[in-house]
Nanobody
């Protein structure tokens, strides 16, 4: 059974920083892209940042220049360093891991795993 445990959320003042972590455990297979998403009240979940197995990154415009995504493959952990936080960054943040493995018949199977979410609240 795969488990994703997120940590690092909390309440901070605008301009401060937070670092989110997402640690995966269990039979997760080979990890491809990992990403951080967020969902504010009344809004749809949106991509914040993603990083591929090769290290290529992609950021939402709102995150560019302020957030940095990174991964530690040996620890199956992904991080999101968030600097210069703004009140509009307030949301529940979720990590998502895309992985694959092989069936007993050698067929590649793709999986998406989500964390439980961690609340980030930025006060003005």
């Amino acid at each position: 059974q795969v488990q994703l445990v997120e940590s690092g959320g909390g309440l901070v003042q605008a301009g401060k920083s937070l670092r989110l972590s997402c640690a995966a455990s269990g039979s997760i297979g080979s990890i491809n892209t990992v990403g951080w998403y967020r969902q504010a009240p009344g809004k749809q979940r949106e991509l914040v940042a993603a990083i591929t197995s090769g290290g290529s990154t992609n950021y939402a415009d709102s995150a560019k220049g302020r957030f940095t995504i990174s991964r530690d493959n040996a620890k199956n952990t992904v991080y999101l360093q968030m600097n210069s936080l703004k009140p509009e960054d307030t949301a529940v943040y979720y990590c998502k891991i895309e992985s694959y493995d092989y069936s007993p018949y050698g067929v590649r199977r793709f999986h998406d795993y989500w964390g439980q979410g961690t609340q980030v609240t930025v006060s003005s």
